[in-house]
Structure formats: C-alpha cells, structure tokens
C-alpha cells in the first residue's frame, strides 16, 4: 500500500513537472500579429488562433470597435493592452482565459447616444451621414431611416454630423439627439445634379457649370436666361440687333457653338422647327419644358442650374444632348412653423437710344437736294414740280418742324412691378408650400409688354422609408405688342413732317410724295394709337408634377416620376377699317387674325440608384433607368377680313376670307422611350472612371432607323489626394478628367421622315378633298450624332484662395439632316439625309480669386472666358443647290453659304479695295487680284469670321458686414461683323426716309478727296463688300448691384426675420468698336430695379 502512495505521489509530481513548464511557456510566448481597421471580435478570434489563448467577451460590448496595428514577438499583456487600448474596455487572465469586459462606468460617460439625421429643406432622413466624436476617430453612418448608435460617449464630447450638399454641424452630445443639416451652397457645389440623380463632383469626369438661385438673383431680377448668359460666356444668347429689349422676345440660345445646320427647307409645314436645331434641353425639376417656360419662370423659385456641356454629363439624355443640357431645380419647402418669404421690386426701363444718329430736318432737306432728289435726269420729283416739292418741304423746315420721331413711341420709363411671395411650413413627415407670382414686364415702347401671373402648390409626405412628392403650377402669361408698330418705322420718318393738324389731333397722313413713276402717301404709323387694335397672345401652363422616392435599403433607392402638361395657346390680331394697313384698299377693310394652339405633353421615369462604399477605398455607383415623353401639338389659325365697325372686333362680325384663303393649321404627335445605365467607380478618392448608355427610340426618325444608342465613358485623377501632395498648401484640388462619347439630337420637326399629303380644299370632288404630296420621305432616315470629346482640369490654389476650372472641347457632329436637291421632274426640290458634318473645337475657362477674406470683409474678383471655331466638314448636294439659289438672288445682306471647309461663321463678301477718290465708285478686287468697278458673286471670299477670339466675363464680389456688392461686365473681342445698318443707313438708302448723318457727311462727294462711303447721288444698291466688314469688339456692363441684410435684431421688433434691400443696374455700360443702329424694330434698354427680400 505504501508503495502504492509512493508512485501515485510519483505520478502527480511528474504531472506538475511537465504541467509547470506548459503554463510558462504559454505566459511568455511571443506573439506576432497584424490587422487593420478590423473589427474587435475578429482581432479577438485571430490573437486565439496565434497564441493559444482563450479570448472571452460579449459581442455587444466590443462589436462597435475596431482597431489597427502591428505586433511582433508581444506577450498576451503587450497584445491586450495594445489592441484595446483607449477603448472603454478592461481584462483579466486566468490561466490560458482572457475574458474582455467593459469598464466600470462613471459619471461622465453616456453609455448610448441615439439620434436621427434629417434635412431642414425637406425633412427627408439622410442616409450615409457621417457622425463622429470631434477630435477623435469613433463615429457610425446613419442608416436607412437616417438614425444611429454610439456607444460610451463623454458627456463633455461634442458630436460633428457632416454629409454631402449640407452644411456641417457641430452639437453637443445627448442621450438622444436630432439633427437637422442645411443645404450648403458651398458644399452643393460639390455635388452634380443631372435631372435623374445627383453625383459627387470630386469623382464625375463631366463637365458641369453650376450657379445657386442666390447668384443669379444678385445679377439680375429680369429672366433666367439672360442672367446664366451673364455668368457663363458658352450659355450663349445670340445676338439679335433687331429686336432689342422686347420683352416678347424668346431669346435664340447656343451652348458651346453650333452643332447643326439651320433649316433651308421652305416647304416646312410648321415654322416653329426653323432655326431651333441647336437650342439646348431644359429640364425642371427632373422634366423637359420649353424654352419659354424658362423664360417666364419667376427667379425667386430657383434653388439651383447647372449647364451639362459634354458627353460624360450629358450622355444619359441621349438623343436630346449634343446641344447641351440646361437643369433647373426649384425650392422645396421647409418645415417649422409658417413662414414667408416675399420679394418685391420696382423695375425701372430707360431706352437707349445712344447708337442712333439721324439727320435733322435741315439736314435731311439738304441731303435730299445733294443726292439729286430734286434735280437732273435721276430726280425723283417730276421736272416741273420738283422745286415746289422742295420749297413745301423748306416752308416746313422754315416753321421749325423738327420732330423727334424717336421718343414718339417709347415711354420716358418703363415701370414693372414684380412680386413673389412663398408660404411654407410643416413638419418632418409632412410639409407643405404654396407660391405667388406677378410680374407686368413694361417694355420700352408704349402699349407693349408680358404679364405673368402664377401659383403653384408643392407637397411632401414621408412615411418611413418612402418619400411622395406633389406640384401644381399655374401660369397665365399674356403679350401685347405695341399698337405704335415697329420702332423702324419712326427711324424712317423725315423730322420735317409732324404727327398733329392744326387743331392737334393726330393726322392719318403725314405727306404726299408726287414722283414721277406716280403718288404716295406717307401715313401716320401713331394714327393707329387712336382706334380699336390689338396684337396679343395669351397662354395658360398647367403641370402636375408627381414623384416617390423608395428607400429600399442603404445605399439602395428607387424614385419614380411622372408629369402632366398642357398649354392652351390665343393668339388674337385686330386691325380696324381705319388702320393705315388698309389706306389703298378699296373693300373689305380691316382684319381680324385669330390663331390658338394646344400642346400637350407627358412624361414619365423610373430610376433605380445604388451607391456603396467598400473597404472605405472603393466607392461603386450605379444608376439604372427608363422614360417615356409624348408631345401631341395641334394648331390652327385663319383671318377674316371686312370689318364695319371698329366696336365690332369678333371674327364672326366680318365679311369674309380673302379669296384663295382658308384656315391654316398643323397636328403634330411625337414619341420618345428611352433606357439608360451609368456607373461611377473611384479608389480611394484619386481614381476614378465613369460610364454611361443610353438607347433612345423615336418617332421623329425613319421606320427603319427608329433607334439610337448613345454612350460616353471618362477617366480622372485627383492629383491632390496623392500622399506626396499631403500638406501642401500652395494646391489644394487638382483634378484632371477626360471623356468621350456620342450624344443626339431631335430639334426637328416631327414628320421630317415620312411622305408628307397635304389636303387642298380648292382640289374638290363631289364629296372628296383632293390631296397633293408635300414632302418626301426617307424611311432610312437615323439620328444625328455629336462626337464630344473634353478634357478638363479642375483646381484650387493657394489655401483656397484661388479656383476654376479649364475646359478644351472637340466636338464632332455627323450624320447632320440636310436636303438633298432631287431631279425637277419629280416634283420635288429635296428630301432629307443624313450627309452633313460639322465640327466645333475651343476651350473655356473661369478663375475665382478671394483677394481679402476676413471676418467683416470679403473680396473675391473672377474672369472667365470662351473660345471655339466652327468648321464644316461634308455637305450635301442640296447645300450647294442653295449656295447657287443665293447667289442668283444676291441682295444687300450676305447670307451664310455652305462650303466645305470653311466656317458656318463666315462672312462672305466681295474683297473691296475702297472707293475710288476721283469718281466716287467702289473699286473691287477680283479673285485672280485684279481690280474692277463691277460687282459679282464669283468673286465671293470667306473675309472673316464672327467668331471671337475671346467671349467672357469679369468682375467683383464684395462683402462688408451686411453690405454687398456684385458686378459683372461682358467683353468679347478678336471677331467680325457686317455692319448692315450701317449699309442700309448710309447707302442702300431711300432718300425720302430718314438717314444715318454718316450719308451726309461721310459719302464722296468731292473728286481726288477720299472716303469710305461711295458718292451721295448713287442710288444703286451696294451689295455685301469687305468695306462695311469691320472689327466687333465689345465691353458692356451687365450687372451691377448693391445691397444690404439688416440686423436681425433690428428688425424682429417688426416681426420680421430676414430683410433685405437691393438695387440692380443691368446693361448700364455699352462701348464698341462698331458704330450701328441697334433694336431696329424694338430698342434696347438700360435695366434699373430697387427690390426687398423680407421673410416672416
């Protein structure tokens, strides 16, 4: 037995001998590990695997953390205490077991903070927010509903939201906590709005210019359009000389150049088609509109636009792209109590009337007799009667008739009042606003102007995840044109005749001119002031926009969108039996023109977006979508004559058609469906690529070429984000990008494609209306596409002082619907195809400065600028059948002639060598450089071009406590223009209408004296000629405003809010190289506004 004990004592002291030795070694064994923003449950099992050590612990303690580090040859305490380091979190080992707990709280510490994270504007959850512990690295995303969990937060700790398009905000920590973030217009700009979806700029390899509804409404209070063509030099308003400041006028618009070829095509059976080929789409809020719809939208409502220039950004419309994408976006309402926000103005309009230079009476009458009105064998007046005629006109002068014919029709101010007022509130699940506007536009020219009336209510509903959203809009907008007709009219009228008889009433007839070809009566054009006539178009917009936002989960969201238009159009033309129109007609005078159009459109998409984030380095997006759009478009018009009194002006109180005449009208129905996928991936921020498809399907194209596709693809670089550019300060942001693709183009008329019938009444059989073909079709006809290719370099310099962006564009333009000219025999001139080619190439550029940026003071100064050239590159058969057709009908103006190789921009004239000083002629210099005193189209040369060398804008903003003041000025130099109001003011004159001083003082008059005009007596018409080509370099002044916000505690005891007060100047400046007359049928005007902003 004793034995026994003795080796069961042996046995157990062996154990311990080899057990001892385990349990050391395990204490000390060298631990070797790496991990990186791992989370702490996976440390935990990976440190068990390596050191053979029991981890313990509660997931819901640890599971938040994470950790990063290295260990080498570290015993379990050196492992444990470097992995848990600052966390809330303690150990202890027993043996081969380490159990993990959490700390023993104290005081100071909330063991959970819970929040929710929602956007002021709209009450919208926001998913993907970062929320931190500022100062350090703990923090969460919000998920779906916008909420999150922080766990063993210091009470003293402050929490820092930040997140995409809103303003960061730093709050005090709470147990429970919501937040709501602002829209920031600087951090907006980070962010691109594409109508479909929004994406972050820092990775988007577009092009994309964006202004917020606070910069525009600092330029100007007048329209969208003009005050984004003060702000970007390729939002380009063309310049129209002829109409000036009329406030009827919806401007032509080119984004980055010319694109396609204008319209030849004089069988067009719907006009509105012609000339609008290279017009931009607008989309608001998410849905094309029209032009005119962002002509008459009030700029109070405006949150944001951007202009899509190239592929990249504006490939995912397809087929309504090459000519660039306009997207506005509208202010949502915001929830709290009920607020209201008004802005009202008083618009002041001064023509200017500095570019205009006629002759006086005297003047006039003296001029007359040089260009041998009165005398020799090339007078006017009959020999016999011509010095009574002349001394009529001398009595006339001799009494001081010297009429101001210009003022007659202008007012000494247009005076316009404008007011928009926005009522909005609710709470986060529901808000609601509602909007007024009213703007009676008084143009220059007595009689004239718009008027738009509007309202509109916007509601938001949100449950949960889902987001619905409901706009309705009214806007009734009416037009009147001067009953003074056009302003040319008095630029035309002799300053000797006078309006008034002797008893002061307006005469009918001013004179009578006795020729010798026969009479004419020289009428009163302000005698129609006195009776019963009218011009005026009045149109009503319906919209119901409808949408819901889907958040399926994180990242995850589908929004669907659907808008119903309809626009009921009057167009109303009365002109009684007195009107000057009907002075040699014998019967059924006076007219009555009444035209009205419908339009109704529909639109609809579906967008699935999907963003993620893996690994915190690779950022994935994707965006899936479908639309659908639908025009129907139906007019008519017809005009009655033979109206018996001026009291009755209705259509059916006249006598009858004009004989042949019938009622005119056009129904139009078109169609588009299109699919679209894009997908943006970036790594770590400093590389990334984007892509886009889209295929579009028509109606507008031929039946067998009815679908496009379109895509685009870019790449970029943030240079910036590099580790060796950490720290510098001299270059904050450099980003460089690259793209490429094809987008569309379907500004056309709709039925361009197919066999065209038109109904002839006159062509009648018993009960049978005869029909004659129109036009020929093309069924093979297929999609113009644009070739954009940009490379673009994005940048901020010097702590932030310095930023902008430079763009060099390449775009080509292929498979451009032009007429091809067709045997005569057919009975056709031309049908369309596809042959024309088009390129446009330049660069744009824009540099902000902040020159001084203090607490109290802010100055920043900023230039921008474009370039381009247009070339054309194939043309058809047809666009040389027309250069043959104008150059047999050669007038006085030079047209645009279709030639491959040269410029669509070209000015094409006759070389000139300048007058000849012994005889007054002009001396032309044929093409084979010899000189020659007859003009002829053969000698035809592109003399220069349009183009500027340079277009843009400079100018300051500038901030003082609450004073602030903003200007702009416009210049463009380096092209050319044809001075053709000079040429038809000096020398394609007709010597009894007014003329421009330079025909009497400045035409040859003397031999061996030289000039730049030709003799005074020749009346031949001088036909496009290099001499009236001349430099067009321009500075004007678009905008100058200042203004002042109030205090708020000055005003509170008002119960105001906010208060603002501005003055605006707009085109306040104008010099130019070129003297001409402009706003030949309705002058320009200087713009002056004092306008208020309060909100209660």
């Known amino acids: 037995m004793k034995q026994k004990h003795h080796f069961l004592w042996a046995v157990v002291m062996a154990m311990l001998f080899f057990l001892m030795p385990c349990h050391v070694m395990a204490q000390n064994h060298e631990i070797t590990l790496s991990y990186q923003d791992e989370s702490l449950p996976t440390v935990f099992k990976r440190l068990e695997s390596v050191s053979g050590y029991k981890i313990s612990f509660s997931y819901d303690d640890v599971s938040q953390y994470r950790a990063s580090g290295k260990l080498e040859k570290a015993s379990i305490i050196e492992a444990m205490n470097h992995i848990i380091g600052d966390k809330p979190l303690g150990y202890t080992v027993d043996g081969l077991t380490v159990k993990v707990v959490r700390a023993q709280r104290d005081d100071k510490i909330l063991p959970t903070v819970k929040g929710r994270v929602v956007m002021d504007d709209d009450g919208s959850a926001v998913m993907g927010a970062t929320v931190v512990i500022d100062g350090t690295n703990q923090g969460v995303a919000t998920d779906i509903d916008g909420k999150f969990v922080l766990q063993e937060v210091p009470k003293s700790a402050y929490l820092k939201i930040s997140y995409i398009g809103a303003t960061t905000v730093r709050l005090k920590v709470a147990a429970m906590m919501n937040v709501r973030l602002k829209s920031d217009e600087l951090s907006l700009k980070n962010v691109v709005v594409t109508g479909y979806y929004t994406q972050r700029k820092q990775t988007f390899t577009g092009a994309v210019t964006s202004f917020s509804g606070s910069e525009l409404r600092s330029v100007s209070d007048q329209n969208v359009l003009s005050t984004v063509a003060a702000l970007d030099p390729s939002f380009n308003l063309t310049e129209n000389l002829s109409m000036g400041s009329d406030p009827n006028n919806i401007p032509d618009i080119q984004v980055r150049g010319v694109n396609s070829l204008p319209n030849t095509d004089a069988n067009l059976l719907n006009e509105q088609y012609k000339g609008k080929a290279n017009l931009p789409t607008f989309i608001l809020d998410g849905f094309e509109v029209s032009v005119e719809k962002i002509y008459d939208l009030d700029p109070n409502r405006v949150s944001n636009i951007s202009i899509l220039k190239d592929a990249s950004a504006t490939a995912i419309y397809g087929s309504r792209a090459s000519n660039g994408v306009v997207i506005i976006d509208t202010k949502a309402p915001t929830p709290g109590q009920l607020k209201l926000n008004y802005t009202g103005s008083v618009d002041f309009e001064i023509a200017d009337l500095s570019n205009y230079s006629l002759l006086n009476a005297r003047e006039k009458l003296k001029y007359e007799d040089m260009a041998g009105l009165y005398y020799g064998s090339k007078a006017i007046y009959v020999k016999e009667d011509y010095l009574e005629t002349y001394n009529e006109r001398l009595k006339l002068v ?72 409901d706009e309705i809009t009214y806007d009734n907008v009416s037009s009147t044109q001067s009953p003074y007709g056009s302003f040319r009219t008095y630029t035309n009228l002799n300053p000797y005749y006078y309006p008034y008889d002797e008893l002061g009433k307006l005469k009918k007839i001013l004179f009578v001119n006795n020729t010798a070809t026969g009479s004419s009566q020289i009428v009163n054009p302000m005698y129609n002031t006195t009776l019963n006539a009218y011009d005026k178009t009045v149109y009503d917009d319906f919209v119901n926009n409808f949408s819901v936002e889907w958040d399926i989960m994180r990242g995850l969201k589908l929004k669907g969108n659907f808008s119903l238009e309809r626009i009921n159009r009057n167009m109303d033309v009365f002109k009684s039996a007195d009107h000057t129109d009907f002075i040699n007609v014998k019967e059924n005078k006076g007219s009555y023109t009444k035209g009205n159009r419908v339009t109704n459109n529909y639109d609809g998409n579906i967008i699935l977006s999907y963003f993620t984030t893996l690994k915190e380095k690779h950022a994935v997006s994707f965006n899936g979508g479908w639309n659908i759009q639908e025009t129907n478009d139906d007019y008519n018009s017809y005009t009655v004559y033979g109206f018996a009194n001026q009291a009755l002006d209705h259509p059916s109180l006249g006598a009858n058609f004009k004989e042949g005449d019938h009622v005119r009208g056009y129904a139009t129905k078109t169609r588009l469906m299109g699919f679209l996928l894009n997908t943006n991936y970036s790594y770590d921020d400093r590389y990334f690529v984007d892509a886009s498809i889209r295929a579009d399907g028509s109606s507008i194209f031929g039946s067998n070429k009815r679908w496009g596709a379109f895509w685009s693809s870019g790449i970029g670089w943030n240079l910036h984000k590099e580790r060796f550019m950490e720290g510098n300060k001299m270059i904050n942001q450099l980003r460089f990008k690259l793209s490429t693709g094809f987008t569309g183009n379907q500004n056309f008329y709709p039925y361009q494609s197919m066999m065209m019938y038109q109904y002839m009444s006159a062509l009648s059989y018993q009960d049978y209306i005869g029909a004659i073909i129109k036009a020929y079709g093309n069924d093979n006809l297929k999609w113009q596409r644009t070739q954009k290719n940009n490379f673009g370099i994005d940048f901020e310099l010097f702590n932030h002082y310095v930023s902008g962006y430079f763009n060099y564009f390449v775009e080509n333009s292929k498979d451009l619907l032009v007429d091809v000219t067709m045997a005569n ?196 018409t001088t036909k496009p000629t290099s001499r009236f080509v001349e430099k067009d370099n321009l500075l004007r002044g678009t905008s100058l405003s200042i203004a002042y916000t109030f205090n708020r505690n000055w005003i509170k005891i008002f119960g105001a809010q906010y208060l603002k007060l501005m003055f605006t100047a707009n085109d306040f400046l104008y010099t130019s190289s070129i003297h001409r007359e402009m706003g030949t049928a309705y002058p320009y005007a200087h713009h002056y506004a004092l306008s208020a902003q309060l909100t209660f």
């Open 398 to 469: 001799t009494k001081g008739y010297d009429t101001d014919w210009l003022s007659k029709p202008l007012r000494s101010v247009g005076i316009t009042n404008r007011h928009s007022a926005q009522l909005e509130g609710g709470s986060d699940n529901f808000r609601y606003g509602v909007n007024f506007t009213y703007n009676n536009t008084a143009g220059v020219m007595k009689g004239s102007g718009r008027t738009r009336i509007g309202t509109g209510i916007k509601l938001q509903y949100n449950y949960k995840n889902l987001r619905f959203r």
């Open 825 to 1020: 025999y057919l009975g056709f001139e031309a049908y369309k195809e596809n042959l024309g080619e088009t390129q446009n190439r330049g660069f744009e550029f824009n540099v902000k400065a902040s020159v001084i940026r203090t607490k109290d003071f802010r100055l920043n100064l900023f230039a921008n600028g474009m370039h381009y050239k247009n070339k054309l590159r194939k043309i058809s058969s047809g666009l040389s059948s027309y250069n043959a057709h104008a150059d047999a009908d050669a007038s006085s103006k030079p047209y645009v002639r279709y030639v491959e190789g040269a410029s669509i921009n070209s000015i094409w004239v006759v070389p000139s060598a300048g007058i000849d000083p012994a005889t007054g002629n002009e001396i032309f210099i044929k093409k084979d450089g010899s000189y020659t005193n007859a003009w002829s189209e053969k000698d035809y040369v592109p003399y220069k071009s349009t183009d500027p060398k340079l277009v843009g804008t400079f100018g300051l903003n500038a901030y003082y406590k609450g004073w602030e003041l903003n200007s702009i000025f416009y210049y463009r130099f380096g092209g050319y223009a044809y001075n053709q109001t000079l040429v038809d003011k000096v020398e394609n004159v007709n010597p009894y209408l007014n003329v421009d001083r330079r025909a009497l003082y400045n035409r040859w008059s003397t031999p061996g004296v030289s000039a730049k005009f030709k003799r005074i007596n020749d009346l031949t």
